[in-house]
């Protein structure tokens, strides 16, 4: 049972990356799928969630407009789209699924199903 996420990279101000993250061992189909950033030093925030049960999105306000988060059943795999990227969403991203929760606010990985791996985001000015 694991999610592994990809698609971080280097990208310059104004500019977009898509996030995904893949489920394996585990159908993501009654999960939520949710995305956590961490820079260093800082604790780890949560970004965004997208519950399965209503089909409703969930974002902190520094990214509401920019980011969409949505999940894909039939690849098992959910998406951060990052449109407008600032310097200050530089991070690296993680992503998790829950049976329950979303939104997601508690930053401890044990309160979640599934944890994955981080991608780094780096947004130059």
């Known amino acids: 049972v694991q999610l592994q996420a990809s698609g971080g990279g280097v990208v310059q101000a104004g500019g977009s990356l898509r996030l995904s993250c893949a489920a394996s061992g585990f159908n993501l189909d009654s999960y939520n799928i949710g995305w956590f950033r961490q820079v260093p030093g800082k604790e780890r925030e949560g970004v965004s969630c997208f519950k399965s049960s209503t089909g409703h999105a969930y974002y902190i306000n520094s990214v509401k407009g920019r980011f969409t988060v949505s999940k894909d059943n039939a690849n098992n795999t959910g998406y951060l789209q990052m449109n407008d990227l600032r310097p200050d969403d530089t991070a690296v991203y993680y992503c998790?699924?829950?049976?329950?929760?979303?939104?997601?606010?508690?930053?401890?990985?044990?309160?979640?199903?599934?944890w994955g791996q981080g991608t780094q985001v780096t947004v130059s000015s």
């Open positions: 998790v699924a829950d049976r329950i929760r979303c939104p997601i606010t508690s930053p401890s990985t044990s309160r979640y199903d599934v």
